[in-house]
């Protein structure tokens, strides 16, 4: 564990907030593989004078940096460079269509092996994150699930691994309507309904947009920077993402799990 910032606050920690992929889950791990080759293929349609190479670092550049928020969020900001490029996009719709549609032919054996039992749920996640869960519903707090993939898909997702148990009816996923939910709404909506303070509320993310929400409200922000291959050690890419992002704390995977609890309730 980095502590990048003391906690300035003693207030106890109530509620945490978790993103899904790549902070617990890793069921779509190498989503970015799909995306961003086919983000850069239409992109390259409308482009005249870039190079491939320079097209795949606009769209990892936008992609990286929206990550975390709804899927659409990423199409529509496609859309908007193709047509800067003198393009005419398409409804960001078509595009998240066509994406899911690719990223599920790669993620389809890992949700089959979930369902047949041939793969165990401890394998499709970060490591250490079932004894994290644990310690937390020891200590009587309530956990939050939000993630940018579809609301739908998150809720199996979460059943296959076995997830409901620590989180109830508290999943939000993206909805079709991408004005109505946001993990800031999310964020809110704890704070409001609990009539808490942001101190006592801490998140748990990977990507940029959690973090954010998560200081914005003087919460605790812990930057998840994992190696979502190996589902252990740290990704120094993430890390110094998450820094820039305002993370309190960095943390590669659940295994040293003392130090962490000691920073969040001690």
Known sequence: MEIIRERSTVEPIRSVLFDFDGTISVIREGWQEVMVPYFAEELSLASKDESIEEIMSVVREFVDLLT???????CIRLGEEIEKRGGRAKDPLEYKREY???LSNRIEDRIDGLREGRI????????GSFELLEVLAQRDVRMYLASGTDHPDVLEEAR???LE?????????ALDDWTVRSKATVIDHILK?????GGSLAVFGDGFVEIECGRAVGGVAVGVASNEVERRGLNEW?????IA???DVIVPDYLDLDPLIRFLFE
């Open 68 to 74: 975390g928020k709804d899927t659409i969020f990423q």
């Open 100 to 102: 899911l549609r690719r």
């Open 120 to 127: 165990k749920p401890e394998d499709m996640v970060i490591m």
């Open 160 to 162: 296959l691994l076995g």
């Open 165 to 173: 148990r620590y989180f109830g009816d508290r999943i939000f996923g």
């Open 193 to 197: 309904f609990h009539g808490l303070g």
């Open 238 to 242: 993430k890390r110094s993402r998450l």
């Open 245 to 247: 992002a305002g993370a």
